[in-house]
């Protein structure tokens, strides 16, 4: 079955950085766009980050610009973003997105925590 499950949350300061993963399997991962999602509490679900399926071309939030990087390594099935100079309003749940035509799998999320 489709399953992509992140990995890499937790807590850090503010200034500090972390590496979010998203392993997929059960589908084919190469031909999905994948995308990186956050939601902190009482807000809605945010869009950081994708890539296309050949990594040609990655788009980004304005909130995420130059401190976040999306990349993707389809040997492994595998989705990473890189964070760093986070901030406490990064705190949040991340969520990671594939998308092919009208296709689409949410991971389950993994809760990053920016704070002193």
């Known amino acids: 079955q489709v399953q992509l499950v992140e990995s890499g949350g937790g807590l850090v300061q503010p200034g500090g950085s972390l590496r979010l993963s998203c392993a997929a399997s059960?589908?084919?991962?190469?031909?999905?766009?994948m995308s990186w999602y956050r939601q902190a509490p009482g807000k809605e679900r945010e869009l950081l980050a994708t890539?296309?399926?050949?990594?040609?071309?990655?788009n980004y939030a304005d909130s995420v610009k130059g401190r976040f990087t999306i990349s993707r390594e389809n040997a492994k099935n595998t989705v990473y973003l890189q964070m760093n100079s986070l901030k406490p309003e990064d705190t949040a749940v991340y969520y990671c997105?594939?998308?092919?035509?009208?296709?689409?799998?949410w991971g389950q999320g993994t809760q990053v925590t920016v704070s002193s």
């Open positions: 997105y594939a998308r092919y035509a009208l296709r689409g799998y």
């Open positions: 890539i296309t399926s050949g990594g040609v071309s990655i």
């Open positions: 059960g589908f084919t991962f190469i031909s999905y766009a």
